[in-house]
């Protein structure tokens, strides 16, 4: 059999596993709330994997390798602040959005600052991960035109659609289930994809000798770069929808701050193999493009094993994709469906709309990653979005009494505009758009703060008190 066609075949049989999974649990997703919430309480360890695969996409894998390939072991970084993020998100946040018992983030938001808020959440928080989907077909895309010789436009609409059939089917517990396989293969794949063309250079000792020395600096990619990953990773962690819904899935607090953790012990070890990965690329093929450097090291493998390693690249990209999806049109249906369309909350119209939404969802972004190039770029601009809601939401729980309800209204619009018009413009000065996007609603909420104490605005104070935050 030929390369692409054994290749094809692991890939297969193990994309048919996880279609036989949302099969074997339709049964639980008749209706809208159990499509979106899974209908029971899950282990820890379970969701714990789950919230990291949602971010170990192929566009993180692919833009990871493609860093290190350009800057060595720090590009690393970029999964490693992801881990950090989650153990922060342990400590501060998890049994906080827990007892709150919400699971959309815009719900979170509305509890202390009213509808007007609830609704800018759900369109920033909608845009964010609009965006990381684009990376995350781009990424796919790039894969399989590489191994496959097909060309992009195919590659990318095949990705899509596989991703999205077993979302569609099964909803949050079949996004669940298969996610636990994914990791698992994600992790043996990234791992092989590493230490194979490290063993083929000769040992890690052979690649210290092959790169210059600044590949192998911790810090190489730069100090502010490093930073605004963790800005953009703790922002996203902190306030992300499918986070949210995922952490409304334990039975209680204690079980809610373990899963962050079990997410973090993914996150870094996975971010690592990557970045080494990359840096293998940069010795056995010093010419290519550097987005090229995972998916060349997958061509020059044995079929078999490139069949593994691309079974974990589909886990990445399917455990992400699914995160989106039900997040995305888990919002549409509670804050714009429902509300408008279907106030009598009736089951059989709800479903409907959640099972479409979750096929328009996936789709829609398709056609905008067949012009994304850097997806490591485009991955930390969705991230960066989210910070601005983790600003909020930190206040919210922390300082309940700073700010104005306009004033985090005007928060998320402005850094919205701000911080796409900032990555749009190049990001310039060096300033990354992550720290544009904690700026904004910082200074806003502190004007609006000192507006309200100087006499203005006194019925705009945000009375979380009394909304049951505190």
Known sequence: MSFPAIVLGVTGIYIAATIVISLAVRRHSQDAESFTTGGRAFPAVLIGILMASEFIGTSASLGTAQGAYEYGISAAWNLVALGVGFVLFSFFLANRYKKLGHNTISAVLKHGYGERVRL????????????????????????????????????????????????????????????????????????????????????????????????????????????????????????????????????????????????????????????????????????????????????????????????????????????????????????????????????????????????????????????????????FLGKALRSTLAVLVLLMFYAPRFGTRSGALVSIIGSLVATVGWFLAGDPLGIDNAYIAIMVPIVVMTVSNLTRRAGAHRDDVPDLEKAGVR
């Open 120 to 379: 800018a959440t759900s369109v920033i928080m909608i845009a964010a991960l609009a965006t990381v989907a684009v990376a995350v077909f781009a990424g796919g895309s790039a894969v399989f035109t590489s191994l496959l010789g097909i060309d992009k436009t195919t590659a990318t609409v095949v990705t899509g659609l596989l991703a999205l059939v077993y979302v569609a089917v099964g909803g949050m517990r079949s996004v669940v289930y298969t996610n636990f396989l994914h990791a698992a293969i994600m992790l043996v794949g990234i791992a092989l994809a590493a230490l194979l063309p490290m063993q083929r250079i000769g040992g890690f000792s052979a690649l210290q000798d092959a790169l210059p020395a600044t590949f192998f600096d911790p810090v190489g990619v730069g100090l502010g770069q490093i930073g605004a990953w963790l800005v953009a990773g703790a922002g996203a962690t902190f306030a992300t929808q499918y986070i949210v819904q995922a952490i409304t899935s334990v039975s209680d607090e204690r079980r809610a701050r373990r899963s962050s953790v079990y997410s973090a012990l993914l996150l870094v070890p996975y971010g690592i193999f990557a970045a080494i990965a990359g840096m293998c690329a940069r010795v056995l093929f010093p010419e290519i493009d550097s987005l090229q450097a995972l998916p060349e090291l997958v061509v020059n493998m044995n079929a078999v094993t490139a069949g593994i390693v691309i079974s974990g690249l589909a886990a990445a990209l399917f455990g992400t994709i699914s995160a989106i999806t039900l997040a995305i049109s888990t919002l549409l249906l509670k804050d714009f469906y429902r509300p408008y369309f279907n106030k009598d909350e009736n089951p059989r119209k709800d479903v409907r709309f959640i099972r479409l939404a979750t096929v328009v969802v996936g789709i829609l972004p398709m056609f905008l990653a067949l012009y994304a190039s850097d997806v490591l770029a485009v991955t």
